[in-house]
């Protein structure tokens, strides 16, 4: 019943910037958290950064002081603010929302490619 729909991938150079969006539909509820993860061609999926319910904001180190998270509850949207990307953040990013219900489960989003260039 839950889709998540992402936008905002594309290619850009090295040092640009990209807003990626993620909106949330259908029956959504006991919500612990939503974040973004992104997977590189053989490597594993990682998280990149996470908003729990209550607010607390989590990042991998690599990307802290460079990408912002931020939500908006009324639209069940989260946001993904990237700058001074660099080639190495090249990959398909995924919307996650995590939830419980009768124990925790994960929604996922079909994923966005983001290109970046040197």
């Known amino acids: 019943q839950v889709q998540l729909v992402e936008s905002g991938g594309g290619l850009v150079q090295a040092g640009g910037s990209l807003r990626l969006s993620c909106a949330a539909s259908?029956?959504?509820?006991?919500?612990?958290?939503m974040g973004w993860y992104r997977q590189a061609p053989g490597k594993q999926r990682e998280l990149v950064a996470r908003?729990?319910?209550?607010?607390?904001?989590d990042y991998a180190d690599s990307v802290k002081g460079r990408f912002t998270i931020s939500r908006d509850n009324a639209k069940n949207t989260i946001y993904l603010q990237m700058s001074s990307l660099k080639p190495e953040d090249t990959a398909v990013y995924y919307c996650?929302?995590?939830?419980?219900?009768?124990?925790?489960?994960?929604?996922w989003g079909q994923g966005t490619q983001v290109t970046v260039s040197s």
């Open positions: 908003i729990t319910w209550g607010g607390r904001t």
């Open positions: 259908g029956s959504i509820f006991n919500i612990n958290a």
């Open positions: 996650n929302l995590n939830v419980y219900r009768s124990g925790n489960y994960n929604y």
